[in-house]
């Protein structure tokens, strides 16, 4: 009679199962990695160049790929481009829309709005974002739309709910900002072309001259 083999304690896992986790891992991390090296060279790129200038091979390069690389995670220059935008400004609108959330004093809000600005936007790389968006938006009028969906009309309706709050409290004694809360963000946009343009001549503080904006705004027209 044949002998009956005992049972293996050290069985094989199933194919595909958990002895494939660690490479799966392993795989997406670098994946991951490898995309965020794109995007990072793109913005390099697309700030010095342009966005009609700028070159995929160029970007390719600095990320350390191939160029045919930079296709397996982006259709082409236009989807890198809107890419960019939402690494680099979607998680800022979303802490801001969760900022406006609060049932707070708008004088409370302005201060939290400014360093918002002034730490993840103006006091990093996300403001040549911006930069490239008012200089490249009148020639590429998709990216425009792009911005204005995935990044302005977010911040204009966020604006517009904590500005009727503060209508509604009275200490706003107009509705003008919410008819046109562009006014509200018209200091943080100064700023950003000014510092492009000629902050080696003049430093300009931009936290200081957003208080003074908020100051004239809710002490009805009066310098603090």
Known sequence: ????????PRKAAP??????APAKSTRAKRSAERRHDILAAALEEFSGHGFEAARLEDVARRAGVAKGTIYLYFADKETLFQELIRWQLTPVVGAF???TQADVPLRV???????????????????????????EGPRFPKLAEFYY???LSRMIE??????????ARGELK??????FPQLLVSPGLVAILWNGLFDRFEPLDPRALMRAHFDIILNDGRAA
Do not use: C, P, W
Not at 1 to 8: E, F, G, P, Q
Not at 15 to 20: F, I, L
Not at 109 to 135: H, N, P
Not at 158 to 167: D, H, K, N, Y
């Open 174 to 179: 107009s509705d003008v900002f919410v008819k």
């Open 97 to 99: 829309e969760h900022a």
């Open 158 to 167: 966020a604006f517009r709910s904590i500005l009727r709050r503060a209508v």
């Open 15 to 20: 194919r595909g199962t958990s002895g494939s």
């Open 109 to 135: 809000i302005a201060d939290q709005m400014i360093e918002m600005f002034v730490r993840e936007i103006y006091g990093t790389r996300r403001k040549d974002v911006i930069r490239l968006i008012i200089s």
């Open 149 to 151: 969906h995935e990044v």
């Open 1 to 8: 009679m044949a002998k009956t083999s005992s049972s293996n």
